[in-house]
């Protein structure tokens, strides 16, 4: 018999199912501005409207939070995770997300687990206002595990050049606001699966992996209602590396965000892994977001305004004189 490339571990008729499974449902994410279908070679997006207008965009994946999902045959949330960690980013700009793509790649194409990969993406590029106009499928037998799956993806946003948040109007005085997020987000995870071992002991009355497996907070919503109103002299996206690392990254030279940790509110679930890993504190802080998702810096006038807005918005701190970057007291 011949060999041919399904004999080789790769299958193409699965692919094509997993492409019938999810066009329909992409295709619901396009708006007048994408200008082809899934299937071209390439994605094609028109720009209209800005005066100045500047592309902004970031790559991310979500880590070994995908082992849990994949152990615990979750996995509507993963599509979330991938486009929230890569929209997250460019918002920390003022851009809108403009569209998105992804990449999957697995030992052995499954159409159903790719379709409901796929399918979290869509829900997610729908929350946010952004297309889903393209991506790629890999099958790579001996490079992945039957089962094994890695999820990637690209999101592009545009801003205008006059409006792009960057830190440098952040001044002694500015207040720093956090929101909330919705759990460990996409982060630290191979630190988490070394303290909690049995995704299926019950936690707060469900199985650990549900908790675990809450997708990351999308900010777009919260973030644009905020800028509607008034403007913000810095936002950050507390991923790997937690508030210790990416606070410091929107601070100019001579000042520092002085967080008072007493006023952060601590999930359950990471109290619980600090206590049962026996982690340090401060190791804590500088590898998950301890609940604080994303912080915004704006000027002190603003302050009340940007918590009125936003339901769950609390202040942690303020900008002060100094040449540390960060302070945590």
Do not use: W
Not at 21 to 48: D, M, P, Q, R
Not at 79 to 106: E, S, T
């Amino acid at each position: 018999m011949s060999n041919t490339y399904k004999s080789a571990g790769v299958d193409k008729e699965e692919g094509y199912k997993t492409v019938d499974k999810i066009k329909t449902a992409v295709a619901e994410t396009h708006n007048k501005n994408v200008l082809n279908n899934l299937g071209s070679f390439g994605a094609f997006y028109e720009i209209a409207g800005y005066k100045n207008p500047v592309l902004v965009s970031g790559t991310d994946g979500v880590g070994t939070k995908l082992k849990v999902a994949l152990d615990s045959k979750k996995y509507d949330s993963i599509g979330v995770d991938c486009f929230a960690m890569c929209a997250n980013d460019i918002i920390c700009h003022g851009a809108k997300p403009l569209f998105f793509l992804d990449y999957l790649a697995c030992g052995k194409l499954d159409a159903d687990i790719a379709a409901e990969i796929v399918m979290g993406m869509v829900k997610a590029c729908k929350d946010n206002n952004c297309a889903l106009i393209g991506g790629e499928t890999a099958e790579m037998p001996g490079m992945y595990k039957p089962g094994d799956y890695d999820v990637a993806g690209f999101c592009v946003g545009i801003v205008e050049k006059d409006q792009i948040i960057d830190g440098s109007k952040i001044k002694a005085g500015c207040k720093i606001i956090a929101l909330p997020s919705s759990g460990f987000h996409s982060n630290g995870f191979s630190l988490v699966r070394k303290v909690f071992t049995d995704f299926n002991e019950e936690f707060e009355g469900k199985p650990l992996y549900e908790t675990l497996l809450v997708p990351t907070r999308l900010y777009y919503q919260p973030i644009h209602q905020i800028l509607e109103e008034i403007a913000l002299c810095g936002i950050a996206h507390i991923t790997g590396g937690g508030i210790i690392e990416n606070i410091p990254r929107i601070i100019p030279e001579n000042l520092c965000a002085t967080i008072d940790t007493s006023k952060i509110k601590i999930p359950s679930v990471m109290l619980e892994l600090e206590k049962r890993g026996n982690i340090d504190r401060l190791e804590m802080y500088g590898t998950f977001n301890m609940g604080v998702g994303m912080v915004v810096v704006v000027d002190e006038k603003h302050a009340d305004k940007v918590l009125n807005l936003i339901d769950d918005a609390y202040e942690i701190g303020e900008i002060t004189e100094g040449l540390e970057k960060i302070q945590l007291i």
